[in-house]
Nanobody, 115 residues
Framework: QVQLVESGGGSVQAGGSLRLSCAAS????????MGWYRQAPGKQRESVAV???????VYADSVKGRFTISRDSAKNTVDLQMNSLKPEDTAVYYC?????????WGQGTQVTVSS
């Protein structure tokens, strides 16, 4: 089993930055794929950024050039650096990991961007 805990959410003005962190109960390098997803009110959950154990990354078109997903081996976390935030980035952000064919989720952290 994998436990995922997100942190770093908050409220910022448009153009500001936040850094989200996902702490895992197992080595992040033992998990083939990890990523950040978000769900805004009235919308379905969508993929934001994904990173593999081989450091391959995939970003949603809406965040390319603004968000960066990375792994921190010292803290055993997967982080999401969010720059140039826009009001449309407002959502609950969830950490996800696939391990032995099972899908694990964190409890989510709220990100609110005001104009």
């Amino acid at each position: 089993q994998v436990q995922l805990v997100e942190s770093g959410g908050g409220s910022v003005q448009a153009g500001g930055s936040l850094r989200l962190s996902c702490a895992a109960s197992r080595s992040i390098f033992s998990i083939p794929t990890m990523g950040w997803y978000r769900q805004a009110p009235g919308k379905q959950r969508e993929s934001v950024a994904v990173i593999t154990s081989g450091s391959r990354t995939v970003y949603a078109d809406s965040v390319k050039g603004r968000f960066t997903i990375s792994r921190d081996s010292a803290k055993n976390t997967v982080d999401l650096q969010m720059n140039s935030l826009k009001p449309e980035d407002t959502a609950v952000y969830y950490c996800n990991g696939m391990y032995f064919g099972k899908n694990y989720w964190g409890q989510g952290t709220q990100v609110t961007v005001s104009s």
